[in-house]
């Protein structure tokens, strides 16, 4: 188990060099990138720091049952890798993550997950079905749809989830894996157990998305719901108003609400799921053993619900390797200490970890 250091002064650092050359030599100096970081920052300033504001325009495709809009920067040949935003983020969770990889050559494709940004349902007849395996499966199409075989995937919040479902599930399709918080895969009958006073008290939310008032409320105040999730979760994360409308953008997407409130009672199991992922479910209530590589991270002031680094050890058979991200690093990782995102991302996919 790995603690990196401060990963808060070097943003800062990073944020007050002048120029993309100046920004990309400090990189390789700190050792977070490879010299190619370096070399490749003779571009202008000005397109790099463009390219971290904004992902530029997002592209759409057809995609099992979703119009799914996702962000893709970097060469087209180079090795893909897929990055996965959680509730309630977007996208711009990996602006950062995203720029720093595509500079190293990396392919890197992200997406809106169903119910966020401009991600739409085919038929106004599918169910807007929030559960894990739906969810899943709808990045597997991604990829069919987009020809890529296979994929470093990287994720936190429902996208570690994610990341963890397809790495278990379709491992052929995972080359390695980055999971914030470690193994997430549920089932509706682990949901079901009651927790300890204290823990139960952390998922509030989840019980307030089981009653209707809660639908509604979260349907009324969406974006003050999701900035109090932000603050809750990233105790220490001075995030700006910019950043957090940025991202609350893709929340006004019209399937957002049903998604997020079917995803919370479908694990209490107060709502069904769909019959086509229910093979699935029951492959993943069993809790399979990941033996993709993988490098999971942990922020130390993540205040969301998380388990514990030990506890999920086990859980990844192949190469493994956990990371410990200190300075006040909250729930958000790769948007709070996106170097430190992009090192393990390089460092899983180039197997250059213990």
């Given at each position: ?22 920004m990309?030599?400090?990189f ?79 392919r ?13 349902f ?57 999971s ?47 900035r ?46 769909e ?67 992009a ?12």
């Open positions: 188990m790995n603690n990196v250091n401060d990963p808060g002064k070097i943003d800062e650092r990073r944020r007050h060099l002048i120029g993309a050359a100046a990309g030599l400090a390789a100096e700190l050792g977070l990138v490879s010299p190619v970081l370096a070399a490749s920052a003779g571009q202008t300033a000005a397109t790099v720091s463009a390219a971290t504001d904004s992902f530029g325009p997002i592209k759409q495709i057809d995609a099992g049952p979703l119009n799914l809009g996702y962000a893709e920067v970097g060469p087209s040949d180079g090795a893909p890798v897929i990055l996965l935003h959680g509730w309630p983020y977007d996208i711009h969770t990996y602006a950062d993550v995203a720029h720093l990889l595509a500079a190293e050559g990396f890197v494709i992200v997406p809106h997950l169903r119910g966020y940004g401009t991600t739409r085919l038929s106004s007849q599918t169910v807007r079905n929030g559960e894990q395996a739906a969810i899943a499966a709808d990045i597997v199409a991604l990829m069919d749809a987009l020809g890529i075989k296979q994929a470093t995937i990287g994720g936190c919040d429902w996208g570690a989830r994610t990341a963890n479902i397809i790495a278990a599930l379709w491992p052929e399709r995972c080359k390695a894996m980055v914030v918080s470690g193994y997430l895969i549920g089932n509706q009958q682990a949901g079901k157990l009651p927790l300890p006073p204290k823990a139960e008290l952390q998922w509030w939310y989840q019980f307030y998305f089981a009653t209707e008032r809660g639908r509604a409320g979260y349907e009324k105040y969406t974006h003050d719901f999701a109090l999730i932000w603050q809750l979760a990233s105790p220490q994360w001075k995030f700006d108003d910019a950043t957090f409308e940025r991202s609350a953008a893709a929340f006004d997407n019209p399937d957002h609400v049903e998604i997020v409130v079917h995803n919370y009672r479908w694990r209490l199991g107060l709502a069904e799921g019959p086509q992922y229910d093979e699935l479910e029951k492959r993943l209530a069993r809790a399979p053993v990941i033996g993709v590589p993988t490098i999971t991270l942990e922020g130390d002031a993540n205040g969301a619900p998380h388990p514990e680094p030990a506890a999920y050890a086990k859980m990844f058979s192949g190469k493994y390797e956990h990371r410990t991200i200190t300075g006040g690093i909250g729930h958000n990782l790769p948007q709070e200490a996106p170097e430190a995102f090192k393990a991302v390089i460092d899983v996919s180039r197997a250059s970890f213990r």
